[in-house]
């Protein structure tokens, strides 16, 4: 670059720039570029001419064309009562009492809460019209937007196919497989859904794979990128949309917000979670939800194999799958979690440095391979140190003075368990007695 030793400094904007179009000056700008790099602009006069042009010329563009910073639509106007209720659609539930057609939802969870998993049963419950929870699912149509990982999509469908009993050729639920800017080819997935017929379900799996921004976190760009996905919902058929979120950085479980804070929040209608306790997935919504509350629905993941899902060895590749629970299901998996605490609660009283191998093998827990169960054990001392009944310090099981107390209610309750059990042995035993009782043979020798 052949320059003086001069600092450059901005020079007037020349008037003869001032109602050149914008396109002229970029293409003059560009062209002040290569000079200056060849060494033909040896002082970078015409650069810096250029620049100043060009810099003049933006700012001319966005004083002609201003937008808000977070991209919303300019005022609407005033209107009369009348015309703001008038051909009001009322709310179109697509599961029963949680998310609504028409409307945008946030599905927030951390990884290994089951995202995938429940949105893809979601997907199969619309198609097939099957309820999940116990609540109705509107049939209909679903796209599923693969775009994270969709080579486990896949296997997981091809799964569900087999344990729900449908053909993935048959089906009413179509794929978009990889990612693309939903703001540059919103015209061509219409296109595709006119062709189809609409859409009653649309799924984005996941925001972060279709954001195109520089910056996710960026309460603006999380709006911006937040109201375009927004636009699914205007797709032919009027569908429900469902995104896939990752929650912010080392979210706990009563924090579950999706990454852009409080830009991405204001725009969605409701913000669905996934929590992880005991085994068990709840659905609920934190944070935000436009309607009613409602009690959470509950699913179990489950490992499975399917006969399509054999490696180049032949042998079966495991996946996971969500199943959802009913209410006497949930209650009994809660009972027995709970005996489990309490199982294990005792057992530390008796021995502080167990293990939880040692734990599991003593109280007789096996998987189904016969290995010693240790994550149930796991489970119940997470659930123990969460409810600060017991703290590991040192190698050791410490009860806190919490878990005193609940010990003496679980000692309690299980003497009344050994007392009943005893009184209906002794009862079952008097009931044998008597049917054996015949008192007209106790006559025969008189």
Same mark, same amino acid.
């Given at each position: ?26 293409? &003059? ?108 699912? /509107? ?8 775009? &994270? ?20 050729? %048959? ?97 969605? %209608? ?11 997935? /709840? ?5 935000? #939800? ?49 005996? %489990? ?40 001392? %997470? ?31 299980? #003497? ?31």
């Amino acid at each position: 670059m052949a320059l003086n030793s001069k600092p450059l400094r901005p020079k007037p904007v020349n008037t003869a720039y001032a109602s050149t179009d914008f396109s002229t000056l970029a293409t &003059e700008f560009q062209e002040s570029i290569i000079d200056l790099q060849s060494g033909k602009d040896t002082d970078g006069e015409r650069f810096l001419a250029a620049a100043t042009a060009f810099n003049a010329g933006v700012a001319r563009l966005i004083r002609k064309n201003p937008r808000a910073a977070n991209d919303n639509k300019p005022y609407p106007g005033v209107i009369s009562s009348g015309d703001f209720v008038r051909g009001f659609v009322p709310p179109d539930y697509h599961l029963d009492g949680v998310f609504q057609s028409r409307f945008f939802y946030s599905l927030t969870g951390t990884t290994g809460t089951g995202k995938t998993a429940v949105l893809l049963l979601l997907a199969a419950a619309t198609a097939m019209g099957f309820s999940v929870g116990g609540r109705d699912v /509107k049939k209909g149509r679903v796209i599923y937007m693969a775009g &994270e990982n969709p080579d486990d999509v896949q296997m997981r469908w091809i799964a569900y196919g087999h344990h729900l009993g449908f053909d993935p050729e %048959d089906i009413d639920v179509h794929f978009v497989k990889g990612t693309t800017d939903v703001a540059e080819t919103l015209d061509l997935i219409r296109t595709d859904l006119i062709a189809l017929g609409g859409a009653d379900l649309v799924i984005v799996d996941t925001s972060a794979a279709f954001f195109f921004g520089a910056d996710e976190n960026s309460n603006t760009e999380a709006g911006r990128h937040a109201r375009t996905l927004r636009t699914l919902t205007t797709l032919p058929g009027e569908p429900a949309v469902i995104v896939a979120a990752h929650p912010t950085k080392n979210a706990s479980a009563d924090a579950l917000l999706p990454r852009g804070g409080g830009a991405f929040i204001a725009e969605v %209608d409701g913000n669905l979670t996934l929590s992880k306790s005991d085994g068990l997935v /709840k659905l609920h919504w934190q944070g935000k #939800h436009r309607g009613a509350d409602f009690d959470p629905v509950i699913f179990r993941l489950e490992g499975v194999t399917a006969p399509m899902l054999v490696d180049t060895r032949g042998r079966l590749v495991p996946t996971v799958l969500a199943r959802d629970m009913s209410r006497g299901e949930v209650v009994a998996v809660a009972a027995s979690a709970r005996r %489990d605490e309490d199982d294990v609660l005792l057992h530390l009283d008796r021995d502080a440095n167990a293990s939880l191998s040692s734990i599991a093998e003593d109280l007789g827990w096996r998987s189904e391979d016969g290995s010693v169960h240790k994550d149930r054990a796991r489970r119940a001392t %997470d659930k123990l140190k969460r409810d600060k009944l017991v703290v590991y310090e040192a190698r050791k099981w410490k009860i806190t003075a919490g878990g005193y107390d609940a010990l003496i209610g679980i000692k309690a309750d299980r #003497h009344r368990e050994a007392q009943a059990a005893s009184f209906a042995i002794r009862a079952s035993e008097n009931i044998v007695r008597k049917s054996n009782f015949r008192p007209h043979e106790m006559d025969d020798g008189d």
